[in-house]
């Protein structure tokens, strides 16, 4: 059974390479706070908007309990991810927000052309909800 605050799911996009290079060994067993299973290149729109949400909900996570990771994350989001695993087109941009707001929000933006406004694709936020 994981320990994983927030589960990871295998659905998200394979690593491709050349076939002249080896075979990718097999994913890894889940360690309690990863983001991905194994090395996630995200290559356009479509995919950042599909898969990107579930690997910053667990990136959020892991800010709430990992004050380094938080520090990390809120100086470089997209050099954090990188490093972790989760590689993301030029044209994308995060932005952590932390100032105006009692719990942190990510917000993930697309530029097309550097003369050209950003534009805002998606924003999480943890939420705390009880019930009853």
């Known amino acids: 059974m994981s ?10 996009p394979a690593l ?3 076939r ?3 075979e990718l060994p097999k994913a ?18 479509s995919q950042v908007e599909r898969f990107l949400p579930d690997i910053l909900g667990r990136a959020l996570a892991r800010i709430w309990i990992d004050p380094m990771f938080r520090d990390r994350f809120s100086s470089d989001p997209k050099r954090t991810l990188a490093d972790y695993g989760v590689h993301l087109p030029e044209t994308i941009h995060i932005d952590f927000v932390t100032e ?3 719990r942190p929000q990510v917000v993930v ?6 003369d050209a406004p950003r534009r805002r694709l998606l924003y999480l936020q ?3 909800m009880a019930g009853k």
């Open 20 to 22: 002249a290079e080896p």
């Open 126 to 128: 943890l939420v705390m």
């Open 109 to 114: 933006m697309e530029q097309t052309r550097p």
């Open 16 to 18: 491709t390479r050349p």
């Open 3 to 12: 320990r994983a605050l927030v589960p990871v799911i295998s659905r998200l």
């Open 100 to 102: 105006g707001s009692l």
């Open 28 to 45: 890894q067993p889940v360690q309690d706070f990863d983001l991905v299973q194994q090395e996630t290149h995200l290559r356009n729109r």
